[in-house]
């Protein structure tokens, strides 16, 4: 079971960012995909998930409307889109399976002026 990220990203404050993860070794819609992030110094902050079967979401309050999350079957590969970006959305973005405990190996996204 493997969870992998596309690489780092650099944006400006306003902007949007996608983050993506790609499964394999396991059936795609069977499970959960959760996000967190790490700012620097500071501890996970759960985001929200996705059910990868229906597309149903969940987010974290403080998340709702900024971030959203995608699934794409076809390529077994879940999105984050956060918009709207600003200096303390600075941090690495994992994506995470709970049932199989697998992580991906996080995406780092820096907004800077």
């Known amino acids: 079971v493997q969870l992998v990220q596309s690489g780092a990203e650099v944006r400006g404050p306003g902007a949007s960012v996608k983050v993506s993860c790609k499964a394999s070794?396991?059936?795609?819609?069977?499970?959960?995909i959760d996000w967190v992030r790490q700012a620097p110094g500071q501890g996970l902050e759960w985001m929200g998930r996705?059910?990868?079967?229906?597309?149903?979401?969940k987010y974290a309050q403080k998340f709702q409307g900024r971030v959203t999350f995608t699934a794409d079957t076809s390529t077994s590969t879940a999105y984050v889109d956060l918009s709207s970006l600003r200096s303390e959305d600075t941090a690495v973005y994992y994506c995470?399976?709970?049932?199989?405990?697998?992580w991906g190996q996080g995406t780092q996204v820096t907004v800077s002026s």
């Open positions: 995470f399976d709970m049932w199989y405990d697998t």
């Open positions: 070794g396991y059936t795609f819609t069977k499970y959960y």
């Open positions: 996705i059910d990868p079967e229906d597309g149903g979401t």
